[in-house]
T-cell receptor
Framework: AQSVTQPDIHITVSEGASLELRCNYSYGATPYLFWYVQSPGQGLQLLLKYFSGDTLVQGIKGFEAEFKRSQSSFNLRKPSVHWSDAAEYFCAVGARGGYQKVTFGTGTKLQVIP | DAGVTQSPTHLIKTRGQQVTLRCSPK?????VSWYQQALGQGPQFIFQYYEEEERQRGNFPDRFSGHQFPNYSSELNVNALLLGDSALYLC??????????????FGPGTRLTVL
């Protein structure tokens, strides 16, 4: 069964500082990997996804993530955080083949301080 | 182009009652998935509908059922509501998942409170 672990429940960073959110997954083969962002009262917005190929993927809003097969990780990074990045971030894994099911982590809440 | 829409926005029910939530997919999409997001948790997959049939199901009891209509819209029904069913229910639409992996677009959700 596929699963996702986001070890950090809550992270606080200063505006302008760099950010890294951790994500570890469990899946028998190479999965589909996603990062979503959810602002209060909103649905989920896809930031970026990894299907295959280049292990460093670029997303929207200046985010990037690196797939590391040896570490079963897909960490999200941003070089300089803006106050508007404050939100909850979810890592997710999708099964390949058939009717794909997406499994989400428990999320990391990002607080940005001036 | 309208995205995924859900109704109602908020709903309050009492234990034992039944509830129906509705979802209209993004234009051009034919597949609808439903997720339950409890407070402080990530979304959990309930089931997925394609061609009016349930194609995949997560670890949810039979009290949770659904339907997909010919226009691809969908309903989620929950019977015999429990306090633990209080959550944000998210609908996501996508294209036929068997062709290749297609991005799921999420609606804003329906906040269900069970008293």
């Amino acid at each position: 069964a596929q699963s996702v672990t986001q070890p950090d429940i809550h992270i606080t960073v200063s505006e302008g500082a760099s950010l890294e959110l951790r994500c570890n997954y469990s899946y028998g083969a190479t999965p589909y990997l996603f990062w979503y962002v959810q602002s209060p009262g909103q649905g989920l917005q896809l930031l970026l996804k990894y299907f295959s190929g280049d292990t460093l993927v670029q997303g929207i809003k200046g985010f990037e993530a690196e797939f590391k097969r040896s570490q079963s990780s897909f960490n999200l990074r941003k070089p300089s955080v803006h106050w508007s990045d404050a939100a909850e971030y979810f890592c997710a894994v999708g099964a390949r083949g058939g009717y794909q099911k997406v499994t989400f982590g428990t999320g990391t809440k990002l607080q940005v301080i001036p | 182009d309208a995205g995924v829409t859900q109704s109602p926005t908020h709903l309050i029910k009492t234990r034992g009652q039944q509830v129906t939530l509705r979802c209209s997919p993004k234009s051009g999409h034919d597949t609808v998935s439903w997720y339950q997001q409890a407070l402080g948790q990530g979304p959990q997959f309930i089931f997925q509908y394609y061609e009016e049939e349930e194609r995949q199901r997560g670890n949810f009891p039979d009290r949770f059922s659904g339907h997909q209509f010919p226009n691809y819209s969908s309903e989620l029904n929950v019977n015999a509501l429990l306090l633990g069913d209080s959550a944000l229910y998210l609908c996501a639409s996508s294209l036929n998942p068997q062709r290749q992996y297609n991005e799921q677009f999420f609606g804003p959700g329906t906040r269900l409170t069970v008293l």
